[in-house]
């Protein structure tokens, strides 16, 4: 993911002297990415088997996701 973020960073700014991209608007790093991928596949798989009377057991901390400090809650990692 980090070749695909160059060439936007440099196609947007390159020599035409325009003033640098929002971050938002270019391609997530490596990281991010992979992040995003794993909290995407966990999501995918608990909705997939809802209706199944045995679900996979998949522990959502190991795809990213954090409980809340009152420990009732999952929100994603940041």
Not at 11 to 34: H, I, Q
């Amino acid at each position: 993911m980090s070749i695909p973020r160059l060439t936007v960073w440099a196609a947007r700014v390159g020599k035409s002297g325009k003033a640098m991209p929002w971050l938002a608007s270019l391609p997530p790093t490596a990281e991010a990415f992979y992040e995003n991928v794993k909290r995407a596949h966990i999501q995918a798989c608990i909705w997939k088997h809802a209706l199944n009377a045995d679900p996979p057991d998949l522990n959502p901390r190991d795809y990213c996701w954090r409980k809340t400090r009152c420990q009732t809650h999952f929100y994603p990692l940041q």
